[in-house]
């Protein structure tokens, strides 16, 4: 197992191939690196090439997408613990080619059951701060142990590899440990987010011990060792689940939780379960799309936008043109708004076949003025419910039988509540419900009583896993991004560039991308992406353009070529790098 590193260097070398040549249209892209890789009997995509090595040698050694799915996801939390990590959750979209059906499990995190609607809020209607040995920490809902979530991501992947693996848990999961174990070079982005939260990080001995060595931020090049992550995976890999949420490790989650004033009881970890849900379908063009239901609200609202724009011509519109990001923003300012209807269905009731209707769609659509931007003022959730009838990773993997698995994993916000326990970061996914009516989360989204904190409720989530069949029913694609809310609109100018302006797959996933969420009332755009002209017209139309500092999106994506081979695209905006057998 020590030798793996050496080994993942290998398997780079090997499955490192250029990008193919991107078409002749006028669109901008991010800047050309090593991203994309062809094989026809596997490929792995993720946001860090040592995760996409570690499921690529479990495919080489006779597992299926499913087994190389999780040691990627296993292996992610150990390089990735600013963004994801076995404290945390997710969605899965896994397709088993020999049955003809997609499984969508949802292993999201859920609120303690001592959690109450106003937990957060003071008597004077303000959020409440998290102290820490007697010191302010930050916002509870973001910061701390009262910012934690039921964790279910180490259920959800043992859930998957139980009922749809074939080889070992321990051998899946051995990557992994040998990261953990051996350490890997930091990357700049990882020192750099630990930069930026070194001062949360601080507050608690663990994560300083871990991330802080030598109670400094290590630099691009260090080599980062988790011993006690290492420690809790071989618990896991020996024992499975029960280790984690009845064991030793359910005990020191316990134990932090009571030292710090956190929720999560025994019960909260012995009662989790994976939820298999059925999943959404929608068609646009030829194609049939298929993601997560709610309480992801990534699927609905992705088919939604469709479904907006599916009665215009949007591949005879220039890419990003006046046109095209107005008609866009103005499908996604419609759809955020109606993000607010959405939360558990197991406590509110939510109107997805309505928001799915094409018929409600088209409603929508005759409100977009093609002239002028509509104020967010006036725009508010629609009459859904009169239509219905009777710093988050992503991967994506396919294996040579043709199954393939598109899953999105998040701690939440980067370095989630900023505890580390077990070695193992913890969420901070509480954020993600409606701490206040109408008062933004940590991401801008303005949230309403359907997401609302309920005991043992799962709070609503952007995750949005998809999968795309052509005519003929056969898989074409694998994709879904993190990025708090731009998951949605990331995957969804994937999907607009893969089948309205026929981009192919490097191409789809690298240019240039816009971002409208309703609330604020701006369109916000990536450094670049749009020409000064453009700018211009779009201000002078109502709308206000912004280029904020976060990022959007890192898509991890996979598509079938016309040859039969899969092709695997990493995106430029991040870390990873795709890996073909």
């Known amino acids: 197992m020590r030798l793996f590193p050496v080994l993942l260097l290998f398997f780079s070398l090997l499955s490192c191939t250029a990008p193919g040549p991107l078409s002749n249209s006028s669109t901008q892209l991010l800047e050309s690196s090593h991203k994309s890789t062809e094989s026809s009997r596997g490929v792995v995509a993720s946001a860090h090439p040592l995760a ?31 963004s994801t990590g076995i404290g945390g959750g997710g969605f899965a979209l896994l397709y088993k080619k020999m049955e003809g059906k997609v499984h969508a499990l949802d292993f999201r995190e859920r609120a303690p059951l001592k959690a109450s609607e106003n937990m ?25 142990h009262l910012a934690v979530g039921v964790p279910g991501l180490v259920a959800g992947l043992v859930h998957m590899h139980k009922n749809h693996g074939s080889l070992a848990l321990s051998k899946v999961m051995e990557p992994a440990i040998a990261l953990a174990e051996n350490g890997f070079e930091v990357y700049p982005s990882l020192s750099k987010s630990i930069q930026e939260k070194e001062n949360l990080l601080r507050n608690f001995a663990q994560s300083r011990k871990i991330f802080l060595p030598h109670d400094k931020v290590p630099l691009p090049g260090q080599i980062l060792v988790q011993s006690e992550l290492a420690h809790t995976l071989r618990l896991i890999a020996s024992q499975g689940q029960d280790i984690f949420y009845r064991g030793a490790i359910a005990d020191s989650l316990v134990q932090e939780m009571k030292k710090g004033g956190g929720l999560i009881s025994y019960k909260d970890l012995s009662s989790y379960k994976v939820i298999e849900h059925e999943p959404i379908e929608g068609t646009y063009r030829s194609y049939k799309l298929v993601g997560m239901p ?18 215009d011509d949007m591949g005879t519109l220039k890419h990003n043109s006046v046109s095209y990001v107005h008609l866009l923003s103005e499908a996604m300012r419609r759809a955020f708004a109606d993000r607010t209807l959405l939360g558990d269905p197991k406590f509110v009731k939510v109107p997805t076949k309505g928001l799915l209707s094409k018929d409600y769609a088209l409603q929508l659509r005759h409100g977009i003025d093609l002239q002028k931007a509509s104020p967010s003022s006036t725009i508010s959730a629609g009459k859904a419910f009169a239509y219905e009838s009777p710093s988050t990773t992503h991967l994506s993997v396919v294996d040579q039988w043709g199954n393939a698995v598109s899953t999105t994993q998040t701690i939440n916000d980067t370095f989630g509540s900023g505890v580390t326990v077990a070695g193992m970061v913890l969420n901070n996914e509480m954020d993600d419900f409606s701490s206040k009516p109408g008062v933004p989360n940590v991401y801008g989204l303005v949230g309403t009583f359907a997401n609302a904190i309920a005991p043992g409720k799962t709070m609503l989530s952007s995750m949005s896993p998809t999968l795309i069949f052509n005519s003929d029913n056969e898989l074409q694609y694998v994709l879904g991004s993190p990025g708090g809310p731009r998951i949605i609109t990331a995957t969804l100018q994937t999907i607009l560039n893969l089948i309205d302006f026929k981009f192919p797959l490097d191409e789809a996933v690298q240019s240039y991308r816009i971002h409208h969420q309703w609330l604020p009332d701006q369109i916000s755009m990536e450094a670049n992406a749009l020409p000064e002209d453009v700018i211009k017209e779009l201000e002078k139309m109502g709308h206000t353009v912004k280029v904020p500092s976060w990022y959007f999106g890192d898509v991890q994506a996979i598509g079938r070529l016309q040859n039969g081979n899969w092709i695997g695209v990493s995106d430029r905006r991040s870390d990873g790098q795709a890996k073909a057998w």
């Open 120 to 144: 957060y809020v003071n008597k004077d209607g303000s959020i409440k701060n998290f102290s820490y040995k007697k010191q302010v920490v930050g916002p509870a809902p973001n910061d701390g």
């Open 52 to 82: 996409s090595a570690a499921g690529l040698q479990i495919l080489q050694e006779g597992g299926n997408a499913i087994d190389a799915a999780v040691a990627t996801s296993f292996a992610i939390s150990v390089l990735r613990p600013q």
């Open 294 to 311: 709610p309480p992801s609200s990534g699927g609905t609202l992705i088919f939604e936008i469709l479904n907006m724009l599916s009665s």
